[in-house]
């Protein structure tokens, strides 16, 4: 009877040593950590841009998972893609909203992680000097000091955007800076250009800076890309519960791409401390429908490859990353068929053009 009483005790103990929980306790999460790779003004915890932001404010993927009882953890990060990256390695995020570079050097460099939606297409990058500067050109800027935030997706749209107009980064004296030391920079006149993103307009609408070259304007191959990806893990052990998170990103990106909705969208992107005006200049014209579509199609695989491929002729990447095996569409296109969204987002090809279905 002892030694019975004592081989149940080794049983209860290496259970608990192994891990193992009654049937059910692993069914789903408690919490999700949901990253940003961004971060407002003065450390706000909101985003000037993307669906990601939008769900959080307007409490989207905590209605999908209110029967759930599972809580949303939102985190923003002001160290932008890298420190994303860093929080995905140590296992302190379960998903995040990041850009297309970061996410390839930390494909390669070992993390488990999926794409499983698009979030931010077409972006583009933008050369900001300051406003009584003379220069009107890339060219009028060699030798000088050029600023941008190494690490982020915008490194690899500047590269792209020098080597189409003939430069490269050894051209000029650049000096790696986040965004918030850039605009001070930029405003105190100690360096003569920055590359920015949204922060542009608000720079110019404020008369600190001038925007002297778009990326976008010259070609949408020079834009960037921005997405949702889930921690690999995750995915494996809760995929009904990935999939009540695309749903409630997906419903989002409806929301936002009903043009009646564009001026509320902005009110909310502006809590971020960007200036609403300083948001419509970025969008004018643009069709946040074809910005803010989630599909995981062709432009979108081919833009995420050529990001592998310039990344490594740029010495910016180390190993591989096999594109096609990364993005996992089956969340979005589910959400989209089950929701009937299929005609709000066209299916596009590599060149950017919709295909007729």
């Given amino acids: 009877?002892?030694?019975?009483?004592?081989?149940?005790?080794?049983?209860?103990?290496?259970?608990?040593?192994?891990?193992?929980?009654?049937?059910?306790?692993?069914?789903?999460p408690q919490v999700i950590r949901f990253g940003l790779a961004t971060v407002g003004k003065g450390g706000k915890p909101v985003a000037s841009?993307?669906?990601?932001?939008?769900?959080?404010?307007?409490?989207?993927?905590?209605?999908?998972?209110?029967?759930?009882?599972?809580?949303?953890?939102?985190?923003?990060?002001?160290?932008?893609?890298?420190?994303?990256?860093?929080?995905?390695?140590?296992?302190?995020?379960?998903?995040?909203?990041?850009?297309?570079?970061?996410?390839?050097?930390?494909?390669?460099?070992?993390?488990?992680?999926?794409?499983?939606?698009?979030?931010?297409?077409?972006?583009?990058?933008?050369?900001?000097?300051?406003?009584?500067?003379p220069a009107k050109t890339l060219q009028d800027l060699k030798g000088k000091r050029m600023a941008q935030f190494k690490g982020t997706n915008l490194q690899l749209a500047t590269a792209r955007a020098l080597k189409v107009e003939g430069l490269r980064e050894r051209d000029f004296r650049t000096i790696n800076m986040d965004f918030p030391t850039m605009i001070a920079a930029l405003a105190s006149k100690d360096i003569d250009g920055g590359w920015f993103g949204s922060h542009a307009f608000d720079l110019q609408a404020s008369g600190v800076g001038r925007i002297i070259y778009d990326t976008r304007a010259v070609d949408a191959k020079l834009t960037r890309q921005t997405h949702v990806l889930v921690d690999g893990d995750f995915e494996r052990q809760y995929p009904q519960i990935v999939q009540k998170v695309v749903d409630g990103l997906v419903k989002t990106a409806a929301w936002v791409s009903a043009e009646e909705n564009r001026e509320a969208a902005f009110d909310l992107w502006a809590n971020s401390g960007t200036p609403i005006e300083a948001l419509r200049a970025e969008q004018e014209g643009q069709s946040l429908a074809r910005i803010y579509s989630p599909r995981l199609d062709d432009f979108f695989l081919d833009r995420y490859r050529a990001t592998v491929r310039e990344s490594r002729e740029l010495g910016l990447l180390r190993g591989d990353v096999d594109v096609d095996r990364w993005v996992e569409p089956r969340y979005v296109n589910a959400a989209?068929?089950?929701?009937?969204l299929q005609a709000l987002w066209p299916v596009?090809?590599?060149?950017?053009?919709?295909?007729?279905q």
């Fill in 1 to 28: 009877m002892k030694h019975k009483l004592f081989l149940s005790l080794i049983a209860v103990f290496a259970g608990a040593w192994l891990g193992m929980a009654p049937a059910g306790a692993a069914d789903q």
């Fill in 49 to 133: 841009n993307g669906i990601a932001s939008l769900a959080h404010q307007r409490q989207a993927i905590e209605a999908e998972l209110k029967d759930d009882n599972i809580k949303i953890e939102w985190i923003y990060f002001k160290g932008a893609g890298p420190a994303v990256n860093e929080a995905l390695a140590n296992k302190q995020l379960d998903f995040a909203w990041q850009g297309d570079l970061p996410a390839v050097i930390g494909k390669a460099g070992g993390l488990n992680t999926r794409l499983i939606a698009a979030d931010g297409l077409l972006t583009s990058t933008y050369l900001v000097v300051p406003v009584d500067s």
């Fill in 336 to 340: 989209i068929d089950r929701l009937g």
């Fill in 348 to 356: 596009y090809d590599a060149d950017n053009r919709p295909l007729v």
